[in-house]
């Protein structure tokens, strides 16, 4: 089983949390902790919760913290259905992994097929090196250093997911 809460602080961290709806840097409407309003819409039961469909007016931390735990459960589904493999991993790399799904989407992230290899065959090391030489590093910067770091180690502790 995978570390939710911890997964949830380390997603805000890099995520970030807005209540107000905004447009991200690939111009799609966002809200919350990185929902993508545009690509994952509020389904039936989240309008429900929330009472509107977050586009056009804010949403609490508690609503935004609802819809996160939503797509936590989205993403595992992902990987769970295109790499079943990944839950045989520790829970430092599931988190990776699910941290990167959520960025990305789980098309992007099968077109990583070397990186995921390594992963597969538990050469992390080796899969660290590949996340940094990728297209998404440079485009994120401090977070894929971060996620690069916990898989090559495996190691991580509450403090790489302070939020301030």
């Known amino acids: 089983m995978m570390n939710i809460g911890l997964l949830v602080r380390e997603l805000v961290r890099d995520e970030g949390l807005r209540?107000?709806?905004?447009?991200c840097t690939a111009g799609k409407l966002t809200t919350g902790v990185g929902r993508n309003l545009d690509g994952n819409p509020m389904t039936a039961e989240e309008l429900g919760c929330i009472g509107h469909d977050g586009r056009s007016k804010p949403i609490t931390k508690e609503q935004a913290h609802y819809l996160l735990v939503n797509d936590i459960y989205k993403v595992s589904n992902d990987l769970d259905r295109s790499l079943p493999w990944w839950q045989e991993l520790d829970d430092t790399r599931k988190r990776v992994l699910a941290n990167m799904c959520f960025n990305m989407g789980i098309g992007t992230l099968l077109t990583?097929?070397?990186?995921?290899?390594l992963i597969h065959t538990a050469r992390y090391f080796e899969a660290s090196k590949a996340m940094l030489r990728s297209k998404w590093a440079s485009q994120v910067g401090a977070r894929a250093s971060r996620l690069a770091k916990l898989m090559a180690d495996g190691t991580s502790n509450d403090n790489t997911a302070s939020v301030s």
Do not use: V
Not at 112 to 117: E, I
């Open 112 to 117: 990583f097929k070397n990186t995921l290899h």
């Open 19 to 23: 209540l107000s709806p905004y447009r």
